[in-house]
């Protein structure tokens, strides 16, 4: 019995002095922390974001046909 307790022991202090889940676990959290408000913003944002691309595809489109026009 203490041999299995001495030894359940020693495995919790080798995943405790491990470091290489929680420097994951970091690099994790702060894409999340960049990420989702980055989002949030683009959900909250999203019916004017498709009016300006929509408006700057359309401004693209109408010079490209003036250019084909006059450059034959």
């Known amino acids: ?3 299995s307790l001495k030894r359940i022991a020693a495995t919790i202090g080798r ?8 420097e ?12 989702l ?12 974001i498709k009016e300006w691309v929509s408006g700057l595809w359309q401004q693209q489109k109408g010079e490209s046909q003036d250019w084909d026009n006059t450059g034959n």
């Open 37 to 48: 408000p980055l989002l949030g913003v683009l959900i909250w944002f999203r019916n004017d």
């Open 24 to 35: 994951g676990l970091e690099k994790l959290l702060i894409l999340a922390a960049i990420v």
């Open 1 to 3: 019995m203490r041999r």
């Open 15 to 22: 995943f405790h002095r491990d470091e290489g889940g929680a």
